[in-house]
């Protein structure tokens, strides 16, 4: 079968879900990539074998002209490639791959990994993205969720049959990419807290930077420091000036975007996210996998990656008071026990995350709908 993954930016297809294409590839399937263009992600696609169809899609538009024009490329994407099965992830992809699949009379497997800004910044669009779910979603051969919060709400909200939903354990972890690196020795006062994602005030960043400075009255010489891309195309995104009024301040150091955060991770001893709401947050996940203790809040999605007083600690959601209570308990910590929790993080990772679980449960829907395609 010839099967399209879309998602709404090159970057998640080539570092979330490479594995799975590869993997569907080596199953006998051909794939297809399609998302907005970037040539150097078009690039890493093609060295893996997979084919980049450029569509856009952009991240944070509600203009009704430009946003169908978007779900009439992709619908025409699907049929000049002759697509056979959709996947989808990002809510945007997800809501513009199953209207032009429905058109088309495609099957399409929707990812819902977290319900998006819509759900946690309710307004009207809020109300228009649950009738584009209630359209579609419901028609989908299988919709997969990151944790059982958003399963709950898809269901009672009757936006999907339940018969047709699965779990999933978020996106999984390449186990082989991600192993244990070794502490760095420093003095015990000076630990370095390290926040992974998109800069955006949904993610926590704000409640960080505040939790930041009551720590440093404690442990001035503890470091902060943030990882991941500014600029983004979302009216949550923290402005560049904020970022660089924090710097100035000496309160945070940012390290701008990568495409391996592994060395990052390997140089920090906690890694926080204060996120309001996720599907299961990779990055904690990824950090866990190498034996870094988390910090997170106790939102769905976020707690499912830490068990609070053994791999790492949760904050209530945004309250920076509260989580610069976790930072200052588990700056207490021994550092026996934070090298324990690092432990008991990498253990469960491969006990109930790794990332073949994921791509299992995939091929297995792809091979259903294969035979009964073949029928």
Request: net charge positive.
């Amino acid at each position: 079968m010839r099967i399209a993954v879309v998602a709404n930016t090159a970057w998640y297809l080539v570092n979330f879900r490479l594995n799975l294409m590869s993997a569907l590839q080596a199953a006998g399937h051909e794939v297809v990539a399609i998302a907005p263009p970037d040539d150097l992600q078009e690039r890493c696609l093609q060295a893996a074998g997979v084919r980049f169809i450029p569509v856009p899609i952009s991240g944070s538009g509600t203009h009704p002209l430009r946003e169908s024009r978007s779900v009439l490329l992709l619908r025409r994407a699907f049929q000049r490639q002759g697509v056979h099965v959709v996947l989808s992830y990002t809510p945007k992809g997800n809501l513009y791959s199953a209207l032009g699949a429905l058109s088309l009379g495609l099957p399409f497997v929707p990812n819902v990994s977290g319900l998006g800004r819509a759900f946690i910044r309710k307004n009207w669009v809020t109300a228009v993205v649950k009738l584009l779910y209630r359209l579609t979603l419901g028609r989908a051969s299988t919709v997969f969720f990151q944790n059982l919060d958003d399963m709950a709400i898809f269901v009672h909200a009757g936006l999907v049959p339940p018969e047709r939903c699965k779990r999933l354990p978020g996106s999984g972890v390449d186990l082989s990419r991600f192993s244990v690196a070794p502490f760095r020795v420093r003095e015990h006062d000076a630990p370095v807290f390290l926040l992974v994602a998109r800069l955006l005030w949904d993610k926590g960043v704000g409640e960080f930077a505040k939790a930041a400075r009551m720590v440093r009255r404690h442990y001035p010489n503890a470091q902060f420091q943030l990882l991941g891309f500014l600029d983004v195309d979302n009216p949550s995104a923290v402005p560049r000036a904020q970022v660089h009024e924090w710097e100035a301040e000496g309160l945070l150091t940012y390290l701008g975007p990568t495409d391996d955060v592994r060395p990052f991770l390997a140089a920090a001893d906690c890694v926080v996210l204060p996120s309001y709401r996720e599907g299961v947050p990779r990055t904690l996940l990824e950090a866990a996998a190498m034996g870094r203790p988390v910090i997170t809040t106790d939102a769905p999605g976020c707690r499912d990656t830490v068990v609070h007083g053994q791999t790492g600690l949760m904050c209530r959601v945004a309250d920076a008071d509260d989580l610069a209570s976790q930072m200052l308990a588990w700056s207490a910590l021994p550092v026996t026990e934070r090298h324990a929790q690092g432990q008991r993080g990498r253990k469960r990772v491969e006990a109930e995350f790794d990332e073949r679980l994921v791509i299992q449960a995939y091929v297995q829907v792809v091979q259903q709908l294969a035979a009964s395609l073949n029928k």
